[in-house]
């Protein structure tokens, strides 16, 4: 009998275990057969009331309004100073360099709407997986209690708050502005633990921010629950203080010490259902950590063609996969053509929101085929817009997941 411990979670297993390679293999078998990723969790998915398939059009809207201000994190410094600029908004802070514990990040402001907003880069240096790799958890205190964080991220967002919270505070905030925090994978678990933390410390300030979000791209799991559920509730301006996006199989929301014990769980041979009962039970410990936040996940189905029987316009959040993709010809000019490649295939995305908890596909890992490819800023991209044309909220140009951002931005600035 084999009796796996890991965290809060305890399962008995009755089939002997070979060793390592055994496990690998198990795993190794389950990404290759036939039936696809996290299928089983998110058939209970469908089955539940918990989550909704009805996203707001306006959290959709912040999301493709973030998610450029994000990416352009990761190009050149005269690009996002011109980025920036072009779309109303002076840059205020700029750290071009990372360092592990100190992410690139810049602050930026739009003086006529009074809205300021600071944007953390993901991982693009090997300075920021150092960051990354430092998962042990630390506690600090908070207004309301405690907060357990992972110690890489949250060592970032002090770092970036101290460098950031003096304009904030003593110029920002008197005259009126609001905030909105953002940023891509690291990016993001460092956003979500800055926005955490400011609230905590504004009480304390002379004035106050208008208001205060952050929408994050492809979040680990970086809060405990407790903060975790503080960040899902609303505000005056906002329905929650934190808005997650999370993209079909992407692996990195899913990373998490007692995440990663359920993985190893399936490759000693528990099954999906066993497996799935233990991220759903409930009982967690004080520090486990989660997706912080309102949380809206982006599924892709693929190779199903256009359902004569859907209104582009539908309140139901699913649309019809662009299934071409753009060609520059010699003359900068752009042709559409028909791809072969089955990523680009016709399909649907369908949407959901609700809180990390509600999302059994959350609770647990598989070594998805797609787990890297999904983390990707395109497919976040092309997910959000797809959804939301979808929905009736303007986009800035049609989504192309084969497209780098720059390739992006020239196309949305041309139409």
Not at 215 to 231: K, S
Not at 258 to 264: A, D, K, M, P
Not at 388 to 402: F, K, N, Q, S, T
Request: a negative charge.
């Amino acid at each position: 009998m084999l009796q796996g411990r890991l965290g809060s979670d305890e399962l008995y297993i009755s089939d002997k275990v070979e060793g390592n390679f055994a496990m690998l293999r198990r795993l190794i078998d389950l990404s290759c057969s036939d039936r696809k990723p996290y299928s089983e969790a998110r058939a209970l998915l469908d089955k539940s009331s918990v989550a909704s398939r009805d996203v707001p059009g306006a959290e959709l809207a912040q999301g493709l309004k973030l998610l450029p201000f994000a990416e352009v994190t990761y190009e050149a410094d005269e690009f996002l100073k011109d980025f920036c600029q072009e779309r109303g908004h002076q840059v205020l802070v700029l750290e071009a360099t990372s360092k592990p514990g100190t992410p690139a990040h810049f602050l930026c402001f739009d003086s006529e709407k009074k809205e300021a907003i600071l944007s953390v880069r993901g991982t693009a240096a090997p300075a920021d997986a150092l960051t990354d790799l430092a998962g042990c958890i630390e506690e600090r205190e908070v207004a309301n209690g405690k907060l357990y964080a992972h110690a890489g991220f949250l060592a970032s967002a002090e770092s970036v708050l101290r460098r950031v919270a003096a304009p904030i505070r003593d110029l920002l905030a008197p005259l009126g502005y609001g905030l909105t925090v953002t940023g891509h994978s690291l990016g993001a678990s460092t956003a979500c633990l800055v926005t955490r933390l400011l609230q905590s410390q504004e009480s304390t300030w002379t004035s106050q921010l208008a208001s205060i979000r952050c929408v994050a791209f492809a979040p680990c799991p970086c809060m405990d629950a407790t903060n975790a559920a503080l960040c899902a509730e609303g505000t005056e301006e906002h329905d929650s203080l934190v808005l997650s996006f999370v993209c079909n199989d992407d692996v990195v929301p899913r990373i998490s010490m007692q995440n990663l014990g359920r993985l190893s769980l399936l490759g000693k041979g528990a099954s999906v259902e066993e497996v799935i009962q233990l991220a759903t039970r409930g009982n967690v410990r004080e520090t486990d950590q989660q997706l912080p936040g309102k949380v809206v996940v982006l599924h892709h189905v693929p190779g199903q063609g256009k359902d004569k029987d859907t209104d582009a316009s539908s309140e139901q959040a699913e649309v019809d996969e662009d299934a071409n993709a753009v060609k520059d010809d010699e003359d900068g000019d752009e042709k559409v053509k028909e791809s072969k490649d089955a990523d680009k295939a016709p399909g649907k995305w369908t949407a959901w929101l609700g809180s990390a908890e509600d999302f059994p596909e959350i609770g647990y890992i598989e070594l998805a085929p797609d787990g890297i490819k999904n983390h990707m800023a395109p497919y976040y991209r092309e997910a959000l817009a797809v959804v939301a044309a979808g929905r009736g909220v303007a986009i800035e140009a049609e989504p192309r997941v084969d497209e780098t951002f720059l390739r992006w931005y020239k196309r949305a600035e041309s139409q």
